[in-house]
């Protein structure tokens, strides 16, 4: 999992840089420089180029910033932000997420990202040269992140909304990862029509481009199938429940008194918090109302989904 470099440490976040991101600023630096010269920007088109890229990735960071930021507001746990090929990843980890903190957190990403490109667009027109050739890229690209990361799939910070307004509407975080995640493939096979497409065009950066957008849909792809495997988890997760699994008997002596309450994921963390083969269910007033064995829960999750 963790490849690259560690640069810092922010809020508990290891802020970790990987190899792809610099040979993405490469072939960038590549593209955009024939095309700044082309625009007449500064004496040195490849060292605007250079400030361009630079600005790009600071842009990309502060909207994996603000994930960081809204997570941790939210007392999630966060221990990786990624930058890579395709821009960022802030990696959130959190058990006791609500479907509105997930809705926060995956709408202040596009939104910073949109307030930075609409900020140096502004900056563009009060300036002219290389800064405003810099400046209306960086803004023009950060619009374009806003809104292709707004699209509803999966692992889209989009497509994150959407599965927290289908769990908040229906109480099933599951089905919110089935349909996000769906609409994530779908997203990726159109990017990869559009990117056949983009092959035929005349211009020289057609190949490029097409090329590029080829690795954008396998990465969409990619997240779009973890992001449905997991959903199988989850709604096996769902399905368990102390009380569903709940033998009507004597729990055995050293038996671990947990709450018959307990559900899906909560009840998985309460057993492995307290490792044991038998655990006396008890309600609310501390009766113990039954035993739970972890053999049965162990049958019945890999029996579900
Ligand atoms: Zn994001």
């Known amino acids: 999992m963790a490849g690259g470099w560690r640069v810092a440490r922010i809020a508990g976040a290891d802020i970790?840089?990987?190899?792809?991101?610099?040979?993405?600023?490469v072939i960038l630096v590549i593209v955009f420089a024939p095309q700044?010269?082309?625009?007449?920007?500064?004496?040195?088109?490849?060292?605007?180029?250079?400030?361009?890229?630079?600005?790009?990735?600071v842009s990309v960071f502060l909207h994996e910033l603000a994930h960081l930021a809204a997570a941790r507001w939210f007392g999630m746990r966060?221990?990786?932000?990624?930058?890579?090929?395709?821009?960022?990843e802030t990696h959130i980890e959190g058990d006791s997420r609500h479907p509105w903190q997930e809705l926060a957190?995956?709408?202040?990403?596009?939104?910073?990202?949109?307030?930075?490109?609409?900020?140096?667009?502004w900056g563009a027109q009060a300036s002219d040269g290389a800064t405003r050739s810099v400046l209306w890229s960086v803004g023009f690209i950060n619009v374009l992140i806003a809104i292709f990361n707004m699209l509803p799939g999966l692992p889209l910070d989009g497509g994150r909304v959407l599965?927290?307004?289908?769990?908040?509407?229906?109480?099933?975080?599951?089905?919110?990862?089935?349909?996000?995640?769906?609409i994530g493939r779908l997203a990726a096979l159109a990017l990869v029509a559009i990117s056949v497409a983009m092959m035929f065009g005349e211009d020289t950066f057609a190949i490029?481009?097409?090329?590029?957008?080829?690795?954008?849909?396998?990465?969409?792809?990619?997240?779009?199938?973890?992001?449905?495997?997991?959903?199988?988890?989850?709604?096996?997760?769902?399905?368990?429940t102390a009380q569903g699994l709940m033998r009507e008997e004597e729990p055995p002596v050293g038996a671990v008194p947990i709450s018959v309450e307990l559900a899906?994921?909560?009840?998985?963390?309460?057993?492995?918090?307290?490792?044991?083969?038998?655990?006396?269910?008890?309600d609310d007033r501390g009766a113990v109302v039954g035993t739970l064995f972890a053999s049965t829960v162990d049958r019945a999750y890999r029996e579900a989904g």
């Open 16 to 25: 970790r840089v990987r190899p792809s991101l610099l040979l993405m600023g």
């Open 36 to 57: 700044f010269e082309s625009l007449g920007a500064g004496p040195n088109p490849y060292l605007t180029a250079v400030v361009f890229v630079l600005s790009l990735y």
């Open 78 to 88: 966060v221990p990786m932000v990624e930058l890579h090929l395709l821009g960022g």
């Open 105 to 121: 957190t995956s709408i202040v990403g596009p939104l910073a990202s949109l307030v930075i490109g609409m900020a140096a667009l």
């Open 163 to 182: 599965r927290a307004l289908i769990w908040a509407l229906t109480g099933s975080e599951a089905k919110g990862v089935r349909i996000a995640g769906w």
């Open 208 to 240: 490029g481009r097409a090329l590029l957008l080829l690795a954008v849909a396998l990465f969409l792809w990619q997240g779009a199938s973890y992001a449905l495997k997991q959903g199988v988890v989850l709604a096996r997760l769902g399905s368990l």
């Open 264 to 282: 899906g994921r909560d009840l998985l963390v309460a057993m492995a918090e307290n490792p044991s083969n038998a655990y006396a269910l008890v």
